[in-house]
């Protein structure tokens, strides 16, 4: 007997981040859009010879994008909105990043798509666009060029798609319908899409329907019966992938739908194997993902294959193994890592090493366990043992402070009303005050200078006054623009988070563990695999500097408990909540230290709170008490003059109002700009009583804001919340854009505030 393996995804940048540099070059016309192509084609070809080398009896096709696969999607299916000016048959590589970013080597700028969070991951996508005469037409030539790729190489490919169903639950209506209107419109191009697949001699297509693992309205699950009947009828064998969760109350509606297999994501529910095993027709298939797609733990293979028994003596060969979603979102590959220590190595897994899971668990279910696969088999359980005995994970004294968190340590001393008066004339701040979200440009000569430092090439004394002087260049650049609440500019930090926990015990970092965010952003989360706490302050003497450089109150700049926690692999031998406040409790410090060294404005930023979010409400309540309790715990220690903010980006905040305005930040920060202030209506409907700031400086496109435009905005703004009450700012921090860019954005940005504060004074 032999057990399909397969992936449903693997990650698309480069073990060395080369598709991130290759498209990067080509946004600034360093390189040919052929020199590009040729580096995706030569990316593809690696890839899929990983997975062969790694025994998959299929390769992946479709997961690649040079941005995004919803976008990918989006093109194939010509839906472009109409401000790009481009109709869909003459749609190419620029119209696509034009789209994502508003700019591109060729064709005139544009306003981007918006772009989101995909599920509860820290992967973007960018959202669709659906306009009410939407028509769909089929573009699919570099999709069906990809499959003859991987043919013309020898692999057996498996096609991966966004399922249509999901695609149009993740995409935006323009106007008062719904995108589900549109299914009608969509089936035909999606079954033709599928027909040429099949047509190139493609066996399967994974069809991805993540929404199965949400609370669904009885329309949309109606419309799964619809769409997957009408799909029924092209020839080529669908396997219907849903992951991120349960299917739950959806389980009888995905088992009974007309396709010839379906995947479970058996790490985030195990528990409905053997209620899919009951109900499963006998001509499915049914992929189990076991190994954690999510996550970079080696896994228990041992627990999975007594797990995984039953279904084996009842499926048969009709039982495939896979991880449980796409590997976009665990690094590459482990054997680069050279600098971690060998102990901590053996309990950690890569995409690369979770392929080989897959295969060496199918071996062992099959008794194929050969000398070289027994020694593999050893090694693996080698390394669970090794980490549940490990005396570096738990520490005494942070589980006793854990124990001892009194109920008062979560709340501030005065309601924000007493507050806003003392901070108001402590800080004596005009109306529309003026900040930016933390970051400036992280140049050339700052990354060189890290780099030098890093490698043992720079001293300490020398690349601290380095990043002085970088400091201090930010400071007077934001005084001669006029901000009122500046920043230091964070020149010595790499990353938000990573820069935090390389100054916590308990976390640990690689050096080439990167994943995609969106794009081209890539990040490396560090590896919380231990009790945490703060051996000493972190980021104090930094901001005490900036301050004495300027007599305006300098922001100091922290990130939160739960998103530290969210952008980090995270230990999975005690509950999230447990780490959360452990995180928590060493933020806390860092906030007291700051407000004792003079910091009287400090920012704790928390992109990553919706997030976390479960995706079936059931479960919200619970998680939104400790990620609420968290944030408090960290914040509630300072007087009532010293102001706390946050910021959220990139997130739907009407179901979650309550939760952030029980978050008690004094002012919070929101993204605003690409939606066109429509994230406000939850704070209006709301009656959100503190200040806010809605991000009118869309930084991750190179265009320049106009000052009109963001004029415009914060009028909108306006209407929705008194304007006593409103902040001027760009919606994120600015790390990823040049001076050239930043500078006039802020001028204007700032000129934008002169003309509010003329207008409603």
């Known amino acids: 007997m032999t057990l399909t393996t397969h992936t449903l995804g693997y990650p698309r940048i480069g073990a060395q981040r080369e598709l991130k540099k290759a498209v990067e070059a080509y946004w600034a016309e360093k390189i040919t859009l052929q020199e590009l192509e040729a ?83 820290n992967y973007h996508y960018l959202v669709p666009e659906f306009q009410p005469q939407q028509e769909f037409t089929l573009n699919a030539q570099l999709l069906l060029a990809e499959v003859k790729e991987a043919q013309t190489l020898g692999h057996q490919a498996k096609v991966t798609l966004v399922g249509p169903l999901s695609y149009l639950w993740l995409g935006k209506a323009q106007g008062e319908f719904s995108s589900l209107d549109l299914l009608p419109q969509l089936l035909p191009v999606y079954a033709a899409l599928l027909q040429k697949l099949a047509d190139e001699g493609v066996d399967w297509v994974q069809i991805d329907e993540p929404i199965l693992a949400l609370d669904l309205p009885t329309a949309w699950k109606q419309a799964f019966e619809t769409a997957y009947n009408q799909l029924q009828a092209v020839a080529v064998k669908k396997l219907l992938a849903v992951y991120f969760g349960g299917l739950q109350d959806n389980l009888g509606l995905a088992v009974n739908l007309p396709v010839e297999g379906l995947h479970l994501d058996l790490v985030r529910a ?7 095993l009951d109900r ?19 896994s228990d293979l041992v627990r999975l294959r007594e797990q995984l028994a039953s279904a084996q003596g009842r499926l048969g060969d009709r039982l495939w193994l896979a991880p449980s979603c796409s ?209 000493q302050a972190m980021t104090v003497e930094w901001s005490r500097y900036a301050q004495s450089l300027t007599d305006k109150p300098m922001k100091g700049m922290l990130t939160g408990p739960l998103t530290c926690l969210q952008w980090a692999f995270v230990r999975d031998d005690q509950p999230r909540e447990t780490t959360c406040k452990q995180i928590a409790l060493a933020l806390r410090d860092e906030v007291r230290d700051l407000e004792a060294a003079g910091i009287r404005v400090i920012q704790i930023d928390e992109p990553a709170f919706r997030e976390g979010l479960p995706l079936r409400k059931a479960d919200w309540a619970a998680y939104l008490r400790w990620a609420v309790d968290s944030f408090r715990l960290t914040a509630a220690v300072v ?123």
């Not at 499963?280 to 298939?285: D, E, G, I, R, T």
């Open 39 to 121: 580096t995706g084609q030569e990316l593809r070809a690696r890839h899929w010879q990983e997975q062969k080398e790694a025994g998959l009896d299929f390769v992946s096709v479709g997961d690649f994008a040079f941005y995004d696969q919803v976008l990918n999607l989006s093109l194939i299916l010509g839906v472009i909105p109409p401000r790009f000016n481009t109709c869909p048959d003459q749609a190419d590589l620029d119209t696509y990043f034009r789209m994502a970013r508003g700019r591109a080597p060729s064709g005139e700028p544009a306003a981007a798509c918006e772009m989101t969070k995909w599920f509860d991951t």
């Open 270 to 276: 195990p528990e409905e194997l053997e209620q899919v």
């Open 280 to 298: 499963l027709p006998a001509y499915k298939v049914l992929s189990a993902g076991v190994i954690d797609g999510r996550n970079i733990w080696r």
């Open 327 to 535: 590997l976009l979102h665990v690094p590459h590959d482990l054997e680069q890592e050279d600098q971690l220590d060998s102990e901590l190595t053996s309990w950690l897994a890569f995409a690369r090493q979770k392929l080989d899971e897959v295969t060496l668990l199918a071996a062992a279910l099959t008794g194929q366990l050969n000398q070289q696969r027994e020694a593999a088999w050893a090694e693996n359980q080698q390394a669970l043992v090794s980490r549940e005995a490990s005396t570096r994970i738990h520490r005494p004294e942070v589980s006793e402070r854990l124990a001892a968190i009194d109920p008062a340590m979560y709340a501030r001393t005065s309601a924000y009303e007493q507050r806003a008066l003392a901070q108001k004339e402590w800080l004596k701040l005009p109306l529309f005050p003026t900040t930016t979200i933390g970051s400036f440009p992280q140049t050339p000569e700052i990354r060189k200078a890290r780099r030098g430092y890093k490698q043992g090439e720079l001293g300490t004394e020398r690349y601290q006054e380095l990043m002085k002087q970088e400091i201090a260049y930010c400071v007077e650049q934001q005084e001669k623009l006029g901000i009122d609440v500046p920043v230091h500019g964070e020149a010595e930090r790499n990353d938000m988070v990573e820069y935090f926990g390389e100054q916590l015990d308990g976390y640990a970092f690689t050096r080439f563990g990167w994943v995609q965010s969106y794009g081209s952003r890539c990040v490396k989360p560090p590896v919380i695999f231990g009790d945490v706490s703060r051996p």
């Open 639 to 761: 007087e009532d003059a010293t102001q706390i903010h946050t910021h959220m980006c990139y997130s739907e905040f009407n179901d979650i109002i309550e939760a952030i305005a029980e978050l008690d930040a004094d002012v919070i920060t929101i993204e605003t700009s690409r939606s066109n202030m429509e994230l406000l209506d939850a704070f209006e409907a709301f009656e959100y009583p503190n200040e806010i700031g809605p991000g009118v400086y869309d930084i991750h496109s190179p265009n320049i804001p106009e000052v009109e435009w963001m004029v415009e905005l914060m009028q909108k703004a306006a209407q929705k919340i008194p304007a006593e009450r409103l902040w001027v700012n760009p919606d994120c921090g600015l790390k990823t854009r040049r001076w050239e860019e930043v500078t006039p954005a802020l001028a204007a940005l700032v000129e934008a505030a002169r003309q509010l504060r003329k207008a409603y004074l």
